[in-house]
């Protein structure tokens, strides 16, 4: 389990220890790198524990469709080897018009090159996948049956428990105030609890990335802010009587699926922010219920038995910022994932331990460049959803 002791030192400190931060200590650790985890609460306490579960291929940029793919089966095969769910029941994203349908197919088009398996499928079919799903506006759906979902709380945990049997650390309640740098050189980081000696740090703190950043006086501009996005969760009824996540962005950007346990789980693309408020709203209430509602009816019958709130960290193009700083060494960020980052983990991971260990990737990480804002290069915007 996380100790709460702070090592003196450690060659690797990750600061957070969200999804991100901790699949990369996984990573890290599995390779034989000395990494300690330094997290202000606990595991998985930010975004991470608060999130949809959804997993999906279906992006619309080559960079995005490669990344998935490769997480997707790191998901398989970590979930395999340490017990965790995952269940590869599709994304089912719900088209209304022609204009939906044509962007969908480049999509699709784009995927099919890249090995992803998706199809613009009939809304008989969809309504084939899910029994209860009014079809009535439907006109096509774009579906992918090896998207997915994995419970956030078991599979955060799992590669906590296995990245400390590699001999990583994780350290809770410790809360990173800032950084020694000499000479452009990270010496170590002070903390609530005293101070750790390193030379890399890893900035996957997500909505607080920019607090980090300024704390160890990036110069550059990278512009991750905290938007509030809600969840909510349903009584549970029947397994198996919604297995993909359903998406429709004609119905207010609702994503919507069933969890392990029964609920259905998910929220709609209503925004607030920039802001760390997380108090959950009644406008969000009516509006899911009125959204859920109109893509399956028999909703309607189902209780809700509770709504919570948790930050998306967005960037000005949806895409999050994964690289290494030139200006201060060795300084790495894994932030701003704009409401993808669970999906993205183990993938990022992966990444982020090779830069590290052996200063390049074989994944397109470009694509996430941090100094792409300072450039004026911003990327098309990646997918959002919810
Ligand atoms: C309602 C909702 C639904 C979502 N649905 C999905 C989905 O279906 N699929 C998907 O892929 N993503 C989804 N997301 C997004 C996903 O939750 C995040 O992208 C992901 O959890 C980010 O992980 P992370 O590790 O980067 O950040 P976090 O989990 O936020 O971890 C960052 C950690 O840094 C810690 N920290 C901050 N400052 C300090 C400091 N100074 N010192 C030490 N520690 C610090 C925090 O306490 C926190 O635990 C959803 C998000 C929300 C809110």
């Known amino acids: 389990m996380p100790t709460r002791e702070l090592p003196e030192k450690s060659e690797i400190v990750i600061i957070g220890g969200g999804i991100v931060g901790v699949t990369l200590a996984h990573e890290l650790a599995r390779r034989g790198e000395e990494v300690t985890v330094v997290e202000k609460r606990f595991i998985g306490s930010g975004s991470t524990f608060r999130c949809g579960t959804g997993i999906r291929q279906q992006f619309n940029d080559e960079a995005n469709v490669r990344v998935m793919k490769r997480s997707v089966e790191l998901w398989k095969k970590y979930s395999e080897e340490y017990g965790f769910p995952f269940e590869q029941t599709g994304y089912l994203f719900l088209l209304y018009d022609e204009d939906e349908i044509e962007a969908f197919k480049e999509n699709i088009k784009l995927q099919n090159r890249l090995g992803v398996p998706t199809r ?38 799992a590669f906590a428990l296995n990245a400390e049997k590699f001999g990583a650390r994780l350290v809770e309640y410790t809360e990173v105030k800032n950084f020694i740098i000499e000479n452009g050189e990270i010496k170590g980081l002070k903390t609530n609890r005293g101070i750790i000696k390193t030379s890399i740090v890893v900035n996957a703190t997500n909505a607080w990335a920019k607090l980090i950043n300024a704390m160890a006086g990036v110069p550059i501009k990278i512009p991750i802010e905290p938007y509030k996005h809600q969840a909510v969760i349903t009584q549970p009824i029947r397994p198996g009587t919604i297995k993909p ?35 959950p709203s009644y406008a969000f209430l009516r509006e899911v219920s009125y959204y859920f509602t109109k893509i399956i009816p028999a909703l309607r019958e189902l209780l809700i038995l509770r709504t919570w709130a948790g930050y998306y960290a967005k960037t000005p193009d949806n895409n999050p910022v994964i690289g290494r700083l ?17 999906m993205m983990a183990p993938a990022v991971a992966e990444m982020v331990a090779n830069l590290i260990t052996k200063g390049k990737t074989g994944l397109p990480v470009e694509w996430y460049d941090p100094y792409r804002f300072e450039r004026g290069e911003l990327r098309s915007t990646a997918l959002q959803m919810g």
Not at 136 to 156: C, L, M, Q, R, Y
Not at 326 to 342: K, R
Request: charged share 20%; aromatic share 12%.
């Open 245 to 279: 996540m359903i998406i429709s962005f004609k119905y207010g950007h609702a994503y919507l699926t069933q969890t392990s346990h029964g609920g259905i789980i998910g929220g709609v693309g209503y925004e607030e922010g920039p802001t760390y408020d997380l108090t």
């Open 326 to 342: 030139e200006e201060i060494s060795d300084y790495y960020i894994a932030a701003g994932f704009s409401g993808h980052g669970f």
């Open 120 to 157: 613009l499928i009939t809304p008989e079919e969809a309504k084939d996948v899910v029994p209860l799903l009014d079809i009535s506006e439907v006109i096509a759906a774009s579906w992918n049956p090896t998207d997915g979902k994995a419970d956030p709380f078991h599979s955060t945990t």
